[in-house]
């Protein structure tokens, strides 16, 4: 609970925890407004983390996948559930890439709102 309260009570202590981590985590609202990035969004997808203040998730995905693929995702975290995959994303730069993605949907009942939690790992060189 202490580290919870931690959180809470410090948006330094939070930012720098995210910092640690090597993988894009991005925090959105239920139609993927983005609240919050950590530090790795700059090397990984080339945006600084305030510039996805307020932008849409939908940046990241290529034209196609705008059209079924991004709206059923989002689809699928209003009913609560997750999704993780292997998909071709889209940098700042408009180069194409290979991630895999995590989606988890996080429902606050305290807040009344629903949040999603955005986990993004570079595989390009792996594929």
Known sequence: MELLEACHD???FLRNLM???QE???VTDGEGNIFMANEAVEAILGYAPREL???NLSLIFTPEDLTYFYPNLL???RKSESFQGEILL???SKARFFAFITLRPFNDP???KSF???SIRDIHDQK
């Open 10 to 12: 410090s948006p330094l």
């Open 19 to 21: 910092a640690c981590f």
């Open 116 to 118: 999603m939690f955005v």
């Open 75 to 77: 689809e699928l975290i």
């Open 24 to 26: 894009v985590i991005l």
């Open 90 to 92: 889209v940098k700042k």
């Open 110 to 112: 305290t807040l009344g």
């Open 53 to 55: 203040n307020n932008k």
